[in-house]
């Protein structure tokens, strides 16, 4: 085997692995101030569901752990309603924890 045929080898195995090394990779969450709705909802948009119109969070038991709740709205021509997401917040991820069924409802308000 030629020396350029190795190095080609070599080259194209190392761009391969890099490549997916690089792709494993995902972004940090960061530290999420409880108080502030606005950010809760930032995260859970960025990290869990783009299109949640809500969201609460906190350490809701005694071991410290953090938590979100969140609300989707649904208004389309299959399906309208509202569902809610509870999300525990385990390392670098969101885990599902309970979802509702989809429940007859919306976020928005009726004006009288």
Do not use: H
Request: aromatic fraction near 14%.
């Amino acid at each position: 085997m030629s020396l350029n045929k190795i190095f080609k080898s070599v080259f194209l195995f190392l761009l391969a692995l890099a490549a997916l090394s690089c792709s494993d990779k995902q972004e940090k969450i960061p530290a999420i101030n409880y108080e502030s709705k606005k950010e809760v909802l930032d995260v859970v948009k960025k990290y869990c569901n783009s299109k949640a119109a809500i969201a609460v969070g906190g350490m809701f038991d005694e071991r410290g752990k953090q938590y979100i709740a969140y609300g989707v709205e649904y208004e389309n021509s299959e399906e309208w309603g509202i569902k809610f997401s509870f999300v525990e917040k385990s390392g670098e991820d969101f885990n599902l924890i309970f979802e509702t069924d989809l429940l007859e409802g919306s976020f928005k308000r009726k004006s009288c």
